[in-house]
């Protein structure tokens, strides 16, 4: 490709809202623009890494037996309402009607639509495994679209769902698509972890995520000092204390007057107890159902351990007029002692072990005192439902936790039968009997992985990429164009190098060199070329490696060789 005729426009500004590297980097190498929020043209130089990390995914995926199809962006809502989920996906979801009035949404995800094509076909034990996978494009109505790529509102994903006779098969599979995982992004040139995970709208019951580790990264990942434990925060769990609790300490339950005060820090300091003694009893709806949910008054709690556990679609805090209903007093004053209603009880483990513990008293301004778990109310589940901190010990051993930030550039889920079962997605097994398959989902954004590589590869010049997702693999730089020798040198070269199979860009342009430096530098080319009128008379050229900055001097009959075998130990290197 000649510079002169490539479709970029490389920028010196770019717009206020891009903070992070990666969406600063994209806009000033001309490789995106926006359309709408969340919405963009992918241009020449984004299109051609994309399509490298998609070939990338298509090679691992297809080597380990799995299928591309495509399904469509536009969905049909009766899919959703089979699988429950069109009450439940909240806004993200876009919805609208077609001309006849018929409810339909675009495709923020894929498993109604595959299930539903997997059971018009499924009959038999003996045709699974199935594993399908598509790359295609998403839409989600994300409610705070940022870092360009990294957060959009319409992207592309690839989406792959397997399917399979039972567990231990599926668990086979998880295990097969964690490695392609690995496999993948480790091609990609990524530095990642991959994370235990919660698994949010998607459901199922095991999950990892792959973390790009990056300052930059939405997501908090406790990860212990000493072993490989590390998960998501919204996962994380931490060593749980035996709690040692001797029924003969509990004292006689008091209702106790605190007008006014309603934080557990206010009644705390009112009542001279440390906020280790309080419960912090909140009501949450979940799935619409009002539940108690109570932590130590240190602690906060985790809405998608709640989801987890729960097995709950949607998780939110109930309005003012429902805690009211429950409990019979004024909201800020809720507790698992005289409830004015019966409902769902769950208590952190850390609850059961507080002795003579204060709480609201579920009447207006009054809390209560010297409550004890299993004396004065019984949860219905016991668990862990708190946020873990760094600093805590590891559930593991006995290292502790440390944090980082992490971009989540793929997912993978185990999901078993939740949507099989619901979608009647069945199979005769051997033995005759009706099955659900066991299902498990893996997606990895294809826009965001590309984002990451730029965040954990770059420097204030620009792109660095990596060999196996650059847009081009080498630029030649002819740095005099008024220069006959110069101007036939690089015109050599280029032809040379795109015959040898590397992907060249010539700088053709009459700029000066050092506008042809700093445009090479901040596209991120692996390899520069430069041809200088002066080093050519030695007969040599200078080849620049982007990712070192190391220039060195090559006979100009040796360039191709050095860059082809440049270009190959880059690929190769894992
Ligand atoms: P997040 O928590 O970041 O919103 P998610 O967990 O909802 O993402 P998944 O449903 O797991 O996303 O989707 C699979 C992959 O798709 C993610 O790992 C990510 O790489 C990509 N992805 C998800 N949402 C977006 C988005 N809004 N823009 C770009 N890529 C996205
Ligand atoms: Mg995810």
Not at 199 to 215: C, M, P
Not at 275 to 285: A, D, G, N, Q
Not at 324 to 331: I, K, L
Not at 344 to 362: E, R, W, Y
Request: aromatic share 8%; net charge negative; charged share 30%.
């Amino acid at each position: 490709m000649r510079a002169t005729r490539l479709f970029v426009q490389t920028l010196k500004e770019v717009p206020k809202e891009a903070q992070v590297a990666s969406h600063i980097l994209l806009y000033r190498a001309g490789m995106i623009q926006k359309l709408a929020s969340g919405i963009y043209n992918y241009l020449p130089l984004a299109l051609k890494s994309l399509r490298k990390i998609e070939n990338i995914l298509r090679d691992e995926l297809n080597k380990r037996g799995c299928q591309e199809v495509e399904m469509p962006v536009v969905q049909p809502a009766e899919l959703w309402q089979e699988s429950g989920r069109w009450n439940y996906y909240g806004p993200e979801l876009l919805r609208f009607k077609d001309r006849k009035g018929g409810d339909f949404c675009l495709g923020p995800t894929h498993e109604e639509v595959i299930t539903d094509m997997a059971r018009r076909n499924l009959k038999s034990y003996k045709q699974l495994p199935w594993n399908l996978y598509q790359i295609q494009t998403k839409f989600r109505d994300e409610i705070r679209p940022r870092f360009g790529l990294m957060r959009g509102r319409e992207f592309t994903m690839k989406d792959g769902y397997s399917f399979d006779v039972d567990e231990e098969a599926a668990l086979k599979t998880y295990q097969l698509m964690y490695e392609a995982y690995t496999a993948i992004f480790t091609r990609c040139g990524l530095k990642f972890k991959a994370v235990d995970a919660a698994t949010g709208a998607i459901g199922g019951d095991k999950s990892h995520e792959f973390q790009v580790l990056a300052d930059s990264g939405e997501d908090m990942i406790l990860s212990c000092s000493k072993c490989d434990y590390a998960a998501n925060e919204e996962k994380a769990r931490t060593k749980i204390g035996e709690a040692l609790v001797d029924p003969a300490q509990f004292k006689a339950l008091e209702t106790i007057l605190t007008p006014d005060k309603k934080s557990v820090e206010e009644v705390a300091a009112f009542l001279k107890l440390p906020v280790e003694r309080f419960i912090k009893s909140m009501i949450y709806l979940v799935d619409d159902e009002p539940v108690l949910v109570m932590v130590r008054g240190d602690r906060e709690v985790n809405e998608a351990k709640i989801q987890a556990q729960l097995r709950a679609n949607k998780v939110e805090l109930a309005p003012d007029a429902v805690i009211e209903a429950v409990t019979g007093a004024a909201v800020g004053f809720a507790g698992p002692v005289g409830m004015k209603k019966k409902i769902k009880m769950v208590a952190d483990h850390m609850v059961a072990g507080i002795v003579n513990a204060a709480t609201g008293a579920c009447k207006s301004d009054h809390h209560i005192v010297n409550v004890n778990s299993g004396r004065d109310f019984t949860p219905d589940l016991i668990g862990d439902f708190i946020k873990t901190k760094k600093g805590e010990a590891c559930p593991k051993c006995d290292g502790v936790l440390e944090e980082f930030r992490g971009i989540e550039v793929g997912q993978v889920f185990f999901l078993g039968t939740k949507y099989s079962e619901k979608m009647k997605c069945t199979f005769i097994d051997a033995a005759g009997a009706e099955k659900p398959a066991v299902m498990g989902c893996y997606g990895i954004g294809v826009g965001r992985t590309m984002s990451a590589a730029i965040e954990q590869n770059h420097d204030e010049h620009g792109i660095i990429w990596p060999m196996a997702i650059a847009p081009y693999e080498a630029v030649v730089l002819p740095l005099q164009m008024n220069k006959d020798e110069v101007v036939k040198a690089g015109e050599t070269l280029y032809a040379e190098l795109l015959a040898a199979g590397v992907e060249t860009v010539i700088d053709d342009r009459d700029e000066r060199a050092g506008f042809k430096f700093n445009d090479a530098d901040l596209i991120g080319y692996p390899v520069q070329v430069v041809i200088g009128g002066k080093s050519l008379e030695k007969g040599v050229v200078e080849v620049k490696i982007r990712k070192t900055g190391e220039k060195k001097e090559i006979p100009v009959a040796e360039v191709v060789k050095f860059v082809t075998e440049f270009k190959e130990a880059e690929l190769a290197a894992k």
